[in-house]
């Protein structure tokens, strides 16, 4: 069953624009509709449009969390250098601390990251056009 998020047409970027979407394929987001939209239910805080690089794979995986594998039993494909996808905000910090964070799509990012990571941080690692 797919949750809905509460009011998707109010959710904001971390610029303040409208919450662009991330991806549909593959398709992405806690609500799993392409945006990176959160409410109470996201303890994860999956706010971050992240671009996934080989390297963050591997520090994901390290950590425990591997994205790379498919999950079919679960319809996740598992995710490729390129994929972008709603990343939680604490792992993306995680990787900015190591060295290895995600390039990301400020457009697409939940304005909801902000209490976990600095605008500065995350302007220092956008894509520069998007993906």
């Known amino acids: 069953m797919i949750r809905e998020a509460a009011r998707p047409s109010d959710a904001r970027n971390v610029l303040g624009g409208a919450l662009q979407r991330c991806s549909v394929a593959p398709m992405t987001g806690f609500f799993r509709t392409g945006c990176c939209e959160t ?4 303890v ?3 706010t971050v449009c992240a671009v996934m690089s080989a390297a963050f794979l591997a520090f994901s995986r390290s950590r ?3 994205l790379s594998t ?3 039993q679960f319809g996740f494909p598992g995710l490729k250098p390129g ?6 905000a604490d792992r993306w910090k995680e990787a900015l601390e190591a060295g290895c964070p995600p390039a990301v799509v400020l457009s697409a990012t939940h304005e909801a990251t902000l ?6 941080d995350l302007q220092a690692h956008a894509v ?3 993906p």
Do not use: I, Q, Y
Not at 39 to 42: I, Y
Not at 83 to 88: A, E, F, G, N, T
Not at 115 to 120: G, K, R
């Open 39 to 42: 409410n109470d239910e996201d």
């Open 44 to 46: 994860g805080v999956h």
């Open 64 to 66: 425990g969390n591997d």
């Open 70 to 72: 498919p999950a079919p």
């Open 83 to 88: 994929d972008l996808w709603c990343l939680c």
């Open 115 to 120: 209490s976990l990571v600095s605008l500065a």
């Open 128 to 130: 520069k056009t998007a």
